[in-house]
C-alpha cells in the first residue's frame, strides 16, 4: 500500500516532537538534584575542595566563595534522629525525618553572633554555640542550662525561636518539639531560667514551627505555634497506627494552631480561637510580616500535605484566612518553608515556599510568590513566578533563605534539600507512590506503609545557592562557589558571624553534622547593616521594617520573629549595595508603626538604632 | 483517555430510529459527539472547583489549543477535510489533567504528539495507540526531570470517585464497555495479592492505587478508547487482563508510572493482533469495516 506524502510528513514530524522531548526537557530541568550514582557523601570541606570554589572560580565569577569551616570554628555537632514508638519501625526514617534547627542570636549581647542548635535523638543534647570572637565557638549550652532538652519523656527538640518577651533587653528563647515545648528566661546572658510553667503553654503538643510577633501591636510580642501531629498524639506510646495524614494534599487531621497573647509578667493566653486561628492541617514554617500594607503582621503558614494558609491581620484583632482570595491557598502541595524577600528591589516581600520536586515522579515545584503590581491590602494578589525566575526546582525542599551573599544588591537565594540518605542504590519512591494516592482509610494508618527497608527517598540531593542578577533571573552556582555536601539539610540560617560584612551560612543536617559555610564576599561590593533595638519591651525590634534607599533601589528587610524552616537568622539586618554606593536614607517601621529616618547612613558598618 | 467515544459507529439498536424525529425531540436528544467532551469539561471543573486539581488553567487550555490546532492542521492538510474538533478537544483536556508539570512546554508537546501518532502510526486504516497515553508515556519516559503525572491532586477521599464513576458510567452505559471497567479492576485487585506475597508487603498498600481518584480516570476513559481497543467482547476482556497482568510486572519491577506503561505496551500489541486477525483473507490494502476515518480519533 503506498504511504501518502501527507502520511510521510505526519510521521517526519512525529519522529521530531518525540526528539525535542529530551532536548527540551534537559534545557527545563535545570533543578537536577540528585547527587547521582557516584556521588558520595562527603564532608563539605572536602567536595569544596576539589570544587572551582576551591580554585577561586567562584569568587571571581559570581563574587562570593563558601569554605565549609565547622571543624576549625570547633564545631563537632551531629544530628541525631529520634527512635519513635516500634510500631512505626518500618518507616521509622521517614516519620523521624525532623528536628535538626539552627537559630542565630546574640544571647550575651557581646555584639558577636552564636547558635543554638537543636538535637533530637532521645537523650540527646542541644547546643548552644558562643562566639569566641576569633574565629571559633564553645559549646556553653551545658553551663546556661539549655543543652539536656531531650529527655525521655519529655519529646524531642524541633528548633527555637528567640526574643525579648519580658523586655529586659535579652533574647529569650522558646524551644518547640514533638513534645514538651519549653520557655527559657535570659538571665542576662550568664543562664537560663525555665519559665514554661508560670507561662501557662500546653503541656504536650507536637510542634512543626513557631514564630514571635506582635499581633496586636501592644508592645510584647506574642507566639505562634503550628502543630504537626496531631496535639494529643505521644509519638513514643502510640495506642493506634492511624496517625498518619489522611491524604497526601488535601490533609486536615494535623495538630492544632496556637496562639499565645503575652499579657507581661512572663503569662501568656490562649487566644486561638478568639481571634480565628483555627485549623488543623500539618504545619512545618510559620512566619510573620505586613505583606498588605495595613501595619499589622500578617501570618503565612506553609503545611505539608495542603495548601498553605495566608492569615490576614484585622487590626490586631483577629486573623481571616485569605489563602484563596491571594492565590496562595489554591493548589495545594508539601510545603515546608516559608520566607520573605524583596527580591526586585521594590520595597515589597515576595514569599517563598518550598516543596517536593522528584524526577520522574512529583514534580511540585517551590513557589515564589510575588505580589501583583497594583495590588495591596484586601485585593492583595500573588503570581508564583518560581518557574520565570528559575527557582522551582529544587528537590525534596526544606529550609530557604534570601539574603545578599556577593552584596551586589540583591536578595539571593539559599535552598538545603534531601529527605532520607540512605542506599544509594533503592529508592522508596515506588512505595512511597502507591500509598499516597490510596484512599484516606488505607494512607492514614502507618502499618498499611510499606516498609523502607533502608531505602533512600530523595537522598542525597545538591543543594542551590541562587544568585540574583537583578534583572528578573537566578542563576544557580552552589556547585561553583562551594555548598557541595549533600547531606540531608533541614535549616538555613544566613548571618554575619565574624562580623566581616559578609553572610556566612549555617546548614543544620538532619542525622548530619552542623556545616559552617564561611563566604568570602567580593570586597569591591559595599554592604550596610542595622542592628535595631525597639522600645521595651519588643527590646528585639520583632516586626521593624528596615526600606533602604540607593540608587534608585529600594530594598526591604524586617526583623523576624522565625523565618524558614527550623531556624532564626540574626536581628541585625544585612544589605549588600554594589560597587560604589551612594546610601540616601534609611526608613525604618518599628512594629508600633512609628517611622524614623536616618539619612545618609555610612556604609561599610553595622549602625546600631535605638528607636526614638 | 478515550479521545473516540464520540466517533465509533453506533452500536445496532433494536429499533430503528424514526425517520424525521420531531424538532422538539431534535432539541432534546443529545448529540452522541457532544457527549464525551461535555462530560470530561464535567469532570475537570469537578476536580478543579473541588480540589484545584490543575496546574493551572494555562496550561490545561495550552493543551487542548494544541490539539485542536495540530488536529485541524493534519486533518485539513492530510485527509483534505475539516475534522471535528471534538476528538482533539478530548484529547487536550485529558492531557491538561493527567500531566503535572511546571514547564508550559509540555502540554503543548504532548497534545501534539498524542495527535500526530493518530496520522504517523497507523495500520490498514486504524491507529493503533491511545493517543493521549502514548502522548503521556512518552512524556513520563523522555522528560522525567519536568513531567510527573496526575496521583495525589485530586485527594484520597470518596466523593472525587463517586463523580467519575457516574460519569463514566454515562459513557461507558452508552459504549457498552462496563466489562473492560470490571476485568481491569478484578484483576488489579487480585493480582495485587500476588504482589503482596511476592513483596511481603501489605495487601492494602498494594491495593492503594486503586482505591484513589486518579485511577478511576485510567480505568473508565483510557482503556476503553474505542478506536484503540480489539473489536471483540471476548478480547476486550482478555486485553483488560493482560494491562493488568502487565501492570503487574512493571509494579514487581517497581516502575511508578506502571498502569500507562502496560498500556502503553498491550494496547498496540493486542491491536495489532485484532487487526491482523480480522484481515485475513481480504486481498490486501482492503479497508477494514470497523474502521474509523482517519483523524476521527
Known amino acids: 500500500m503506498p504511504v501518502s506524502r501527507g502520511r510521510i510528513a505526519a510521521i517526519i514530524l512525529f519522529i521530531g516532537l518525540v526528539a525535542a522531548v529530551p532536548i527540551l526537557n534537559k534545557r527545563t530541568a535545570t533543578g537536577g538534584t540528585s547527587g547521582g550514582p557516584r556521588a558520595r557523601a562527603r564532608p563539605a570541606s572536602a567536595g569544596a575542595s576539589t570544587s572551582a570554589a576551591a580554585k577561586g572560580e567562584g569568587r571571581s565569577r559570581h563574587g562570593l566563595k563558601l569554605e565549609e569551616v565547622s571543624k576549625s570554628a570547633g564545631i563537632d555537632f551531629v544530628h541525631t534522629a529520634p527512635k519513635l514508638d516500634p510500631k512505626l519501625d518500618h518507616i521509622m526514617p521517614q516519620v523521624a525525618s525532623m528536628g535538626a534547627g539552627v537559630s542565630a542570636v546574640d544571647f550575651d549581647r557581646d555584639g558577636w553572633l552564636d547558635l543554638y542548635v537543636t538535637n533530637s535523638g532521645e537523650g540527646s543534647l542541644n547546643r548552644l554555640y558562643r562566639n569566641k570572637k576569633d574565629g571559633a565557638f564553645e559549646d556553653v549550652a551545658a553551663a546556661l542550662g539549655v543543652a539536656d532538652l531531650n529527655r525521655e519523656g519529655t519529646g524531642v527538640s524541633m528548633g527555637t525561636i528567640w526574643a525579648d518577651y519580658d523586655g529586659d533587653g535579652y533574647e529569650d528563647m522558646f524551644l518547640y518539639k514533638w513534645g514538651r515545648c519549653e520557655l527559657f528566661r535570659n538571665d542576662a546572658g550568664k543562664g537560663f531560667v525555665r519559665a514554661t510553667d508560670e507561662a501557662g503553654l500546653p503541656a504536650w503538643m507536637n510542634v512543626g514551627c513557631a514564630s514571635w510577633f506582635d499581633y496586636d501591636r501592644d508592645g510584647r510580642v506574642d507566639l505562634f505555634l503550628g502543630g504537626y501531629w496531631p496535639d494529643d498524639l505521644d509519638l513514643w506510646h502510640l495506642t493506634t497506627t492511624k496517625m498518619m495524614p489522611e491524604s497526601f494534599e488535601y490533609a486536615k487531621n494535623g495538630g492544632g494552631n496556637k496562639l499565645f497573647r503575652n499579657l507581661g509578667g512572663g503569662k501568656f493566653q490562649d487566644v486561638t480561637a478568639a481571634v480565628g486561628l483555627d485549623s488543623r492541617r500539618w504545619s512545618l514554617c510559620a512566619s510573620a510580616a505586613d505583606l498588605r500594607g495595613t501595619g499589622y503582621p500578617d501570618l503565612f503558614v506553609a503545611n505539608d500535605y495542603g495548601v498553605s494558609e495566608f492569615f490576614a491581620n484585622d487590626g490586631g484583632q483577629g486573623f481571616r484566612e485569605i489563602g484563596k482570595a491571594t492565590g496562595v491557598g489554591y493548589a495545594p502541595k508539601s510545603g515546608m518553608n516559608v520566607s520573605f524577600g524583596d527580591v526586585f528591589n521594590d520595597g515589597r516581600f515576595s514569599v517563598y515556599v518550598t516543596n517536593i520536586s522528584e524526577e520522574g515522579v512529583l514534580i511540585q515545584g517551590n513557589n515564589l510568590w510575588v505580589p501583583k503590581e497594583g495590588t495591596s491590602g484586601d485585593g492583595l494578589k500573588y503570581e508564583n513566578l518560581a518557574d520565570a525566575l528559575g527557582v522551582e526546582l529544587g528537590g525534596w525542599s526544606f529550609g530557604a533563605q534570601f539574603g545578599d551573599l556577593n552584596n551586589d544588591g540583591t536578595q539571593d537565594l539559599v535552598l538545603t534539600n534531601g529527605y532520607v540518605s540512605d542506599a544509594r542504590d533503592a529508592s522508596y519512591w515506588y512505595d512511597y507512590s502507591i500509598i499516597a494516592g490510596g484512599h484516606s482509610s488505607i494512607i492514614s494508618d502507618a502499618k498499611n506503609w510499606p516498609a523502607m527497608k533502608g531505602k533512600s527517598l530523595s537522598g542525597y540531593q545538591q543543594k542551590k545557592v541562587w544568585l540574583n542578577d537583578g534583572a528578573g533571573r537566578f542563576a544557580e552556582v552552589s556547585q561553583a562557589v562551594g555548598y557541595t555536601d549533600l547531606h540531608d539539610g533541614r535549616a538555613v540560617v544566613l548571618a554575619d558571624l565574624w562580623n566581616r560584612g559578609a553572610l556566612d551560612m549555617v546548614i543544620a543536617n538532619q542525622r548530619g553534622p552542623l556545616l559552617v559555610y564561611k563566604n568570602e564576599a567580593d570586597p569591591a561590593n559595599a554592604w550596610i547593616g542595622f542592628d535595631l533595638k525597639g522600645k521595651a519591651p519588643n527590646t528585639s525590634a520583632i516586626g521593624a521594617e528596615v526600606r533602604l534607599h540607593w540608587g534608585g533601589k529600594v530594598q526591604l528587610q524586617q526583623v523576624s520573629g522565625g523565618m524558614s524552616y527550623s531556624a532564626q537568622g540574626p536581628r541585625a539586618l544585612h544589605f549588600g549595595l554594589g560597587k560604589a554606593p551612594k546610601v540616601e536614607k534609611a526608613v525604618i517601621r518599628w512594629p508600633s508603626g512609628h517611622e524614623q529616618v536616618i539619612e545618609a547612613p555610612e556604609p561599610g558598618r553595622v549602625h546600631a538604632v535605638e528607636e526614638s | ?297
Not at chain 2, 33 to 39: E, G, K, Q, S, V
Not at chain 2, 55 to 83: C, N
Not at chain 2, 246 to 270: C, D, K, Q, S, T
Open chain 2, 1 to 297: 483517555m478515550s479521545t473516540a467515544v464520540l466517533t465509533e459507529p453506533a452500536p445496532p439498536s433494536p429499533t430503528p430510529p424514526p425517520a424525521s424525529p420531531s424538532r422538539l425531540r431534535r432539541y432534546l436528544t443529545f448529540d452522541n459527539r457532544y457527549l464525551a467532551p461535555f462530560l470530561i469539561t464535567c469532570i475537570l471543573l469537578a476536580g478543579q472547583i473541588g480540589y484545584g486539581f490543575l496546574e493551572s488553567y494555562t496550561r490545561t487550555l495550552l493543551a487542548i489549543a494544541g490539539a485542536v490546532a495540530l488536529e485541524l492542521l493534519l486533518g485539513r492538510t492530510i485527509v483534505g477535510k475539516w475534522p471535528h474538533p471534538a476528538s482533539a478537544y478530548i484529547t487536550g483536556i485529558s492531557v491538561g489533567i493527567l500531566l503535572r508539570s511546571p514547564a508550559f512546554w509540555p502540554y503543548v508537546m504532548c497534545a501534539w504528539i498524542s495527535i500526530c501518532s493518530k496520522y504517523a502510526i497507523r495500520w490498514r486504516g486504524r491507529h493503533i495507540w491511545n493517543p493521549s497515553n502514548l502522548g503521556v508515556s512518552t512524556m513520563l519516559f523522555l522528560a522525567p526531570g519536568t513531567v510527573a503525572t496526575l496521583s495525589v491532586q485530586w485527594g484520597n477521599t470518596l466523593w472525587p470517585m463517586l463523580v467519575v464513576w457516574t460519569i463514566g458510567s454515562l459513557i461507558i452505559w452508552r459504549l457498552r464497555r462496563f466489562h473492560i471497567c470490571a476485568t481491569y479492576a478484578a484483576s488489579f485487585v487480585a493480582l495485587s495479592f500476588v504482589r503482596s506475597v511476592v513483596t511481603g508487603e501489605p495487601w492494602l498498600a498494594q491495593v492503594a492505587p486503586i482505591t484513589g481518584p486518579m485511577y478511576q480516570l485510567f480505568i473508565f476513559f483510557m482503556i476503553t478508547d474505542p478506536p484503540t481497543t480489539v473489536r471483540s467482547k471476548k478480547g476486550q476482556i482478555l486485553v483488560a487482563f493482560l494491562i493488568a497482568l502487565v501492570e503487574m510486572i512493571l509494579r514487581l519491577n517497581r516502575v511508578v508510572h506502571a498502569p500507562y506503561y502496560a498500556l502503553f505496551l498491550v494496547g498496540p500489541a493486542a491491536n495489532i493482533v485484532d487487526i491482523w486477525w480480522r484481515g485475513r483473507g481480504e486481498p490486501a490494502g482492503a479497508k477494514p469495516a470497523a474502521a474509523p476515518a482517519v483523524g476521527a480519533a
